[in-house]
C-alpha cells in the first residue's frame, strides 16, 4: 500500500503570466455574483489531473511530457460559464483552437504509458474563478452572465505540472516544471 503523505497532488495546465492574470482579475469587476473567489495566483487552465501521485509516477509523467513537439497559440478568453451542481463561475473560450485540442490529445496519449486514463468527461477548457456561486441579490430568477469584457488574449507559450499544496485557508498551485511549445 503507498503511504499517501508520500504522494504529490499534480495536474498538467497552462499557467498564466502576470498580464493575463490581471487582466482576469479585472474583468470579475463586471460579475454580480458571491461566492468564493479564486486567488489569481491560482488561476490555471487545467489539461490532465492527475491527483495523488507517488514520486516514481510523478517521474514518468514528467518523463512523458518532454519532447511534446506542438507549437504556442493564443488562447481568445472571451466568455463566462457556469457549472450549476458545483456553482463553480469560470472564464473560457467560444471557439478552441487545434493546437489546444492537440496538446491535451498529445499529452493525454503519452501519460497512458504510466498508466494514467484521462477524464470521460469532455473537456471543457476553463479558468476558475469563484467557487460556491450564488445569484447576486435583485439578479431575478435567471443567472445571466455578462459578455467579457475586453477579451482576453492569452498567448500560450509553454505549459507545466503544478503540485497543489494545502495552507491554512485553502490551496496554493506551485510549478513544479514547466516545458516551452515552440
Not at 493564443?74 to 492537440?102: I, Q
Request: hydrophobic share 40%; glycine share 10%; proline share 8%.
Amino acid at each position: 500500500m503507498v503511504d499517501v503523505r508520500q504522494q504529490r497532488r499534480v495536474f498538467f495546465a497552462l499557467w498564466p503570466g502576470p498580464r493575463v492574470r490581471q487582466q482576469i482579475s479585472c474583468c470579475l469587476a463586471q460579475l454580480a455574483v458571491t461566492g468564493r473567489r479564486i486567488p489569481p495566483a491560482n488561476y490555471h487552465l487545467t489539461l490532465h489531473f492527475l491527483g495523488n501521485t507517488p514520486a516514481g509516477t510523478l517521474d514518468c509523467y514528467q518523463r512523458a511530457a518532454t519532447g511534446l513537439a506542438l507549437g504556442g497559440f493564443t488562447l481568445r478568453c472571451d466568455k463566462f460559464g457556469l457549472f450549476p451542481k458545483p456553482g463553480l463561475l469560470w472564464l473560457g473560450c467560444t471557439r478552441l483552437p487545434e493546437s489546444l485540442l492537440a496538446l491535451v490529445e498529445g499529452l493525454g496519449q503519452r501519460l497512458q504509458q504510466c498508466g494514467y486514463q484521462a477524464d470521460s468527461r469532455p473537456f471543457t477548457p476553463h479558468v476558475s474563478l469563484y467557487r460556491k456561486v450564488a445569484r447576486s441579490a435583485g439578479s431575478g430568477r435567471g443567472f445571466r452572465l455578462p459578455a467579457v469584457s475586453p477579451v482576453i488574449d492569452w498567448k500560450v507559450e509553454g505549459f507545466s505540472l503544478l503540485e497543489s499544496v494545502a495552507v491554512d485557508r485553502g490551496v496554493c498551485y506551485r510549478p513544479l516544471q514547466t516545458w516551452p511549445l515552440a
